[in-house]
Nanobody, 136 residues
């Protein structure tokens, strides 16, 4: 069974950095459409970053210029480098993946990720996530 396990969260002060990891277990992939999401209590889960297996990336406006998504295929790990963190970045962070291309151009990858998130919620596939807390 394929599992995605998030790690790397923690508590930092505003302006600090963290790197989140999402390790893929149980599947060797070549093509993918992967994304990072976050959720705060009482709110819906939102996509923050997306990556296609051709290397295309896209980001939510709230994190553009501060977050970088990347993928190490040899290690089967998805990363999210988060710099210049703000208190509003405080959330539980999750990853999700589909083992096929996103099927949309780079500028629309966030739409693909949002659709993936809906499917994952419907199927109950979310992992435990990793908590990020940013203090002011």
């Amino acid at each position: 069974q394929v599992r995605l396990v998030e790690s790397g969260g923690g508590s930092v002060q505003a302006g600090g950095s963290l790197r989140l990891s999402c390790a893929v277990f149980g599947y060797t992939y070549t093509s993918y459409c992967m994304g990072w999401f976050r959720q705060v209590p009482g709110a819906e889960r939102e996509g923050v970053a997306a990556i296609d297996s051709d290397g295309s990336t896209n980001y939510a406006d709230s994190v553009k210029g501060r977050f970088t998504i990347s993928e190490d295929n040899a290690k089967r790990i998805l990363y999210l480098q988060m710099n210049s963190l703000k208190p509003e970045d405080t959330a539980m962070y999750y990853c999700a993946a589909d083992w096929d291309r996103c099927g949309l151009p780079a500028e629309s990858l966030m739409t693909a990720i949002q659709n993936l998130g809906v499917i994952w919620t419907h199927l109950g596939k979310w992992g435990q996530g990793t908590q990020v807390t940013v203090s002011s």
